[in-house]
């Protein structure tokens, strides 16, 4: 995790490890938005595209990124939305292009 603060990789501890700022907040969210994204992929298992789509869009609004996208593109599929896949999937080559999206 990129402190907001002076943009020190941090992957543990509730405070920056340069300048000691409070992180708790944002590792809280980004463990909210991993169970988000684990109940999706549960949903998606057992073939629940519309409750996965509800719990990837809770962890897309939180932080989206690849793995957000490919899941949002996977539920859509399950859907038969086929327009809504291809539009995720657009937005996660057009994202990466643009060097947006971490972790890509
Ligand atoms: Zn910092």
Redesign the pocket.
Known sequence: MR??????E?TQGAA??????D?SLLFALEKQRRRSLAAARQCLIQGDGRAALEHIEDADWLRGDDESQRLLAAAHLLLRDFAAAWQCYRNQHEAKRAGSLPGS
């Open positions: 402190c907001p603060v002076c943009k020190a941090n920056c490890r340069r300048c000691k700022a992180l």
